[in-house]
């Protein structure tokens, strides 16, 4: 079946350091995937995705490359902020088959 | 737009009591989504619908969770007897075909079972 395993957390970082949260996933097929983002006191969003090999999603100063070869969609961002502070969900889908998501990758920022 | 809406925002229950959670989506969306989310976990799908017919339920525990979705529109969740494994948060979702995989979650109803 499809799986998604991410990076353990928590991940604290200083304000302006860059971010590299990892994503490896197994799947049949060719899936789609995407970072959803849970803001404290909000409920999940999309935060970018990817449909197909080598693709790069990107959003809010936030990149993810599609790794065919190394199965992967590791999360990057050059520059965080406070506000960045959220817990970060892989997830992927396989033609019709359900979203399924990581574990979850809490972040925190400190100015 | 209005997002995806839900309630209770919070309930607290004894164990063999039950819960009802309620839903509304987006509007136009076909798909409706109910997850459940426990501490430290990401988010499983319990029960999926397309319009008001169930596409995936295949994870939802039958014996005392039911889900209806009357009129292709609000949804809501029941679950009978609680158990303490339920607490959770439990999270709707809503998506325009249930195909791309771009959902949108209401803030979720966190459950605690004591």
């Known amino acids: 079946g499809n799986s998604v395993t991410q990076m353990e957390g928590p991940v604290t970082l200083s304000e302006e350091a860059f971010l590299t949260i990892n994503c490896t996933y197994t799947a049949t097929g060719y899936p789609s995937l995407f970072w959803y983002v849970q803001y404290p006191g909000e409920g999940l969003q999309l935060l970018l995705k990817?449909?197909?090999?080598?693709d790069k999603g990107s959003n809010k100063g936030f990149e993810a490359t599609y790794r065919k070869e190394t199965t992967s969609f590791h999360l990057e961002k050059g520059s965080v902020q406070v506000s960045d502070s959220a817990v970060y969900f892989c997830?992927?889908?396989?033609?019709?088959?359900?979203?399924?998501f990581g574990t979850g990758t809490r972040l925190t920022i400190i100015p | 737009e209005a997002g995806v809406a839900q309630s209770p925002r919070y309930k607290i229950i004894e164990k063999r009591q039950s819960v009802a959670f309620w839903c509304n989506p987006i509007s136009g969306h076909a798909t409706l989504y109910w997850y459940q989310q426990i501490l430290g976990q990401g988010p499983k799908l319990l029960i999926q619908?397309?319009?008001?017919?169930?596409?995936?339920d295949s994870q939802l525990p039958k014996d005392r969770f039911s889900a209806e979705r009357l009129k292709g529109v609000d949804s809501t969740l029941k679950i009978q007897p609680a158990k303490l494994e339920d607490s959770a948060v439990y999270l709707c979702?809503?998506?325009?075909?249930?195909?791309?995989?771009?959902?949108?979650f209401g803030e979720g109803s966190r459950l605690t079972v004591l």
């Open positions: 979702a809503s998506s325009l075909d249930g195909i791309t995989g771009e959902l949108f």
């Open positions: 990817a449909t197909k090999a080598d």
């Open positions: 619908f397309q319009n008001n017919g169930v596409v995936d």
């Open positions: 997830a992927l889908t396989a033609g019709s088959e359900k979203l399924t």
